[in-house]
């Protein structure tokens, strides 16, 4: 993995670098630990933790806020998921995705943290239930998180994970799509990737075909977003999230929420509800991503412009 034998190469070639050193300034992707003043937690979901750092390498109180994301103890035996994780956040170049800026290893490279940019709002989920956002703002958020989407599928990425807590908020005007640990590469001339995975997954983000097939194509992340998107025009309101919802259209006296249940309820074509300030074309953009047929799903680049005519 080239991150780490970045590192690994750099260790050699300043083989004092821990205890003491005043060279290291020269690679700025490499983050030292005894620089990083920790601030506060940003967050976790299942499998990282996400702290709030400060980088002084000055020790002067002048360094620059970092987000580290560490993997969980669980989990830290730094499996390949993890390495290529970094590795592909580290590829990842556009204004609406989470900025990679360097990495951190501890424990002779057997720990390794990484390092982004951090976001001062937190995800949707931390954002949206706290203000009173109208239409228009939720549109161009979605439009932004559209753009995001479609820079990672011209890159043959499809995102696996797309939703509400994993887009991240600088300001009341820009959002970026944030971790990308379920992210894979489709190869060219392929369509979709199948995965075999146990428990939580994110089962009710996920495409009608990746419950039955374990299919994950461009068109199975079009389908997550939607339920993001529906999840923005709820103000992520906890009441109404994906999971109550479908849980609503059961009868609770003769079955349990499960997969099986959740494939029956979406092959009878129900769907999310209709947000109440939802203007009837968002209704039917959402929609459209929730079409059982994949190749009936919109592109990002066709929902770009679509939003784009809607919001002017
Ligand atoms: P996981 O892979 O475990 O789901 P995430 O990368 O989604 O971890 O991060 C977990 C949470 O940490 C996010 O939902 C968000 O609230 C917070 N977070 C992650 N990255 C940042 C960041 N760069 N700036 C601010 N908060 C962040
Ligand atoms: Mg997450």
Same mark, same amino acid.
């Given at each position: *993995?080239?991150?780490?034998?970045?590192?690994?190469?750099?260790?050699?070639?300043?083989?004092?670098?821990?205890?003491?050193?005043?060279?290291?300034?020269?690679?700025?992707?490499?983050? *030292?630990?005894?620089?990083?003043?920790?601030?506060?937690?940003?967050?976790?979901?299942?499998?990282?933790?996400?702290?709030?750092?400060?980088?002084?390498?000055?020790?002067?109180?002048?360094?620059?806020?970092?987000?580290?994301?560490?993997?969980?103890?669980?989990?830290?035996?730094?499996?390949?998921?993890?390495?290529?994780?970094?590795?592909?956040?580290?590829?990842?170049?556009?204004?609406?995705?989470?900025?990679?800026?360097?990495?951190?290893?501890?424990?002779?490279?057997?720990?390794?943290?990484?390092?982004?940019?951090?976001?001062?709002?937190?995800?949707?989920?931390?954002?949206?239930?706290?203000?009173? /956002?109208?239409?228009?703002?939720?549109?161009?958020?979605?439009?932004?998180?559209?753009?995001?989407?479609?820079?990672? *599928?011209?890159?043959?990425?499809?995102?696996?994970?797309?939703?509400?807590?994993?887009?991240?908020?600088?300001?009341?005007? /820009?959002?970026?799509?944030?971790?990308?640990?379920?992210?894979?590469?489709?190869?060219?001339?392929?369509?979709?990737?199948?995965?075999? =995975?146990?428990?939580?997954?994110?089962?009710?983000?996920?495409?009608?075909?990746?419950?039955?097939?374990?299919?994950?194509?461009?068109?199975?992340?079009?389908?997550?977003?939607?339920?993001?998107?529906?999840?923005?025009?709820?103000?992520?309101?906890?009441?109404?999230?994906?999971?109550?919802?479908?849980?609503?259209?059961?009868?609770?006296?003769? =079955?349990?929420?499960?997969?099986?249940?959740?494939?029956?309820?979406?092959?009878?074509?129900?769907?999310?509800?209709?947000?109440?300030?939802?203007?009837?074309?968002?209704?039917?953009?959402?929609?459209?991503?929730?079409?059982?047929?994949?190749?009936?799903?919109?592109?990002?680049?066709?929902?770009? =412009?679509?939003?784009?005519?809607?919001?002017?």
């Amino acid at each position: *993995h080239t991150v780490l034998r970045e590192l690994i190469d750099l260790k050699i070639k300043n083989p004092d670098m821990s205890p003491s050193e005043t060279l290291p300034d020269a690679d700025p992707n490499v983050f *030292h630990k005894r620089h990083l003043k920790e601030i506060r937690d940003l967050g976790e979901g299942h499998f990282g933790k996400v702290t709030l750092y400060q980088y002084d390498p000055a020790n002067d109180g002048t360094g620059e806020r970092v987000a580290v994301k560490a993997l969980k103890q669980e989990n830290s035996f730094m499996p390949d998921c993890w390495m290529k994780e970094i590795e592909i956040l580290r590829s990842l170049d556009h204004i609406n995705i989470v900025k990679y800026k360097g990495c951190c290893a501890e424990l002779g490279g057997q720990v390794l943290q990484l390092i982004m940019e951090f976001l001062p709002l937190g995800s949707l989920r931390d954002y949206l239930p706290k203000r009173k /956002l109208g239409i228009s703002q939720c549109l161009m958020f979605a439009q932004q998180i559209c753009q995001g989407m479609d820079y990672l *599928h011209s890159m043959r990425y499809v995102h696996r994970d797309l939703a509400a807590r994993n887009v991240l908020v600088e300001n009341d005007g /820009l959002v970026k799509i944030g971790d990308f640990g379920l992210t894979k590469y489709i190869p060219e001339g392929e369509i979709y990737y199948r995965v075999r =995975e146990d428990g939580d997954s994110p089962v009710f983000w996920y495409a009608i075909e990746c419950l039955k097939e374990s299919k994950f194509s461009f068109s199975s992340d079009i389908w997550s977003f939607g339920v993001t998107l529906y999840e923005i025009l709820t103000r992520c309101d906890q009441r109404q999230s994906p999971q109550n919802k479908y849980a609503e259209m059961i009868d609770p006296n003769h =079955e349990q929420m499960n997969v099986m249940v959740l494939i029956k309820l979406l092959e009878k074509q129900l769907r999310l509800p209709c947000p109440k300030d939802c203007p009837h074309e968002v209704k039917l953009l959402m929609e459209n991503c929730w079409a059982t047929d994949p190749k009936q799903r919109p592109s990002f680049q066709s929902l770009i =412009e679509k939003l784009e005519a809607i919001r002017r």
